[in-house]
């Protein structure tokens, strides 16, 4: 299994610029979710979804958007980037039953590097 | 105030002490996280728990459900625990699906 999978690893945006954020697992996970983590702020939720078909926003989900066609794939969009949006992205899955509460370990991609100039 | 305080914020320790990173929220929970973050940025989940204790190697995790509060114990601590040290809580109820993360405790462990 190759787990959590994220890609590219770095990149780099003008102000203005549109681009996705690639997150893809292999563990038939029904839960998953993107993250940006800022210096002295910690990891924060931009969006999460329980399964194919469902999304729902986090704490910070102003200028992304996420869609959910397979059980497999959770890209990340940036609809037109900007200085604020530079940050670490990190892609997270789990197998979390949609009738159960959130109870399972999480499993985290190796991020994305992303710098808006 | 934050939902998900952790402390201390850094901490330096020399090899082989025993070392305490706590974590304290304010919200209903149905899980709470301990991951690791080593320099170079991968994070790795060490436990997740809902009540009681959890043993790993060196590394065990408690957490009091009445006082809301948790901690992080490494035993024979050792250079390669350098790393950060995140507490993350998924919320209960309808927001169960919802994490909120700590900003992290950075340990060295000094050989």
């Known amino acids: 299994n190759a787990g959590v999978t994220q890609t590219p690893k770095f990149q780099v945006l003008k102000t203005g610029q549109s681009m996705t954020l690639q997150c893809a697992q292999d563990?038939?996970?029904?839960?998953m979710s993107w993250y940006r983590q800022d210096p002295g702020m910690g990891l924060r939720l931009i969006h999460y979804s329980v399964g194919a078909g469902i999304t729902d926003q986090g704490e910070v989900p102003n200028g992304y958007n996420v869609s959910r066609s397979t059980t497999e794939d959770f890209p990340l969009r940036l609809l037109s980037a900007a200085p604020s949006q530079t940050s670490v992205y990190f892609c997270a899955s789990s197998y979390s039953s949609r009738r159960s509460s959130y109870n399972s370990p999480l499993h985290f991609g190796n991020g994305t590097r992303l710098t808006v100039t | 105030k934050n939902e998900v305080e952790q402390s201390p914020q850094n901490l330096t320790a020399q090899e082989g002490e025993f070392i305490t990173i706590n974590c304290s929220y304010s919200?209903?929970?149905?899980?709470l996280h301990w991951l690791q973050q080593h320099p170079g940025g991968g994070i790795v989940s060490l436990f997740m728990?809902?009540?009681g204790k959890k043993k790993h190697g060196r590394l065990i995790a408690t957490i009091n459900i009445q006082e809301k509060h948790s901690s992080l114990h490494i035993t024979a601590s050792h250079p390669r625990d350098s790393a950060v040290y995140i507490c993350?809580?998924?919320?209960?109820?309808?927001?169960?699906?919802?994490?909120?993360f700590g900003k992290g405790t950075l340990l060295t462990v000094n050989p």
């Open positions: 993350a809580v998924a919320h209960s109820g309808g927001s169960n699906y919802k994490l909120t």
């Open positions: 919200v209903g929970i149905s899980a």
């Open positions: 728990l809902s009540s």
């Open positions: 563990m038939n996970h029904e839960y």
